[in-house]
């Protein structure tokens, strides 16, 4: 399970693979990757992927998961994305068992310390960064 609440940035990218030429897994390291580009420029955060876990750890402290990623594909078009905890409460975690980890492993820009207004920042860098390869439309 997951949570999606206030204090989350949300991404739901709908894409359609099949008219990219583009593979599920070269999808998944584009947009994965993205989102960890776009943490490091804006909070000098550096973000792992564990292959066994979906989504994206601290470098550091690599049970600290910052980012929750579930995407579904249905005839090679995606939908679901990625949550990032941004300046959520965290306790809702502690309800459930996050996507199988710990909910003390759970973490945000906010319980790391870093100044959560610069949510715009992250929104127009990732908007780039992604924007490389597709054309979006924002909601």
Not at 87 to 112: H, M, R, T
Request: charged share 25%; net charge positive; proline share 3%.
């Amino acid at each position: 399970f997951t949570a999606h609440e206030k204090g989350q940035l949300v991404l739901y990218p709908h894409i359609d693979l099949k008219n990219r030429n583009m593979t599920i897994t070269d999808y998944l390291d584009f947009f994965l990757g993205s989102i960890q580009n776009s943490i490091q420029k804006v909070w000098g955060l550096e973000l792992i992927r564990i292959p066994s876990e979906p989504g994206l750890f601290l470098k550091e402290q690599n049970q600290k998961k910052l980012v929750s990623v579930g995407v579904n594909f249905k005839s090679f078009f995606t939908s679901l994305g990625a949550a990032i905890n941004v300046n959520n409460d965290l306790k809702v975690f502690s309800y459930i068992n996050p996507c199988g980890k710990k909910s003390e492993d759970i973490v945000s820009i906010k319980s790391l310390g870093f100044e959560t207004q610069k949510e715009s920042s992250f929104i127009e860098d990732f908007k780039n960064e992604f924007g490389k390869n597709f054309r979006l439309i924002i909601c």
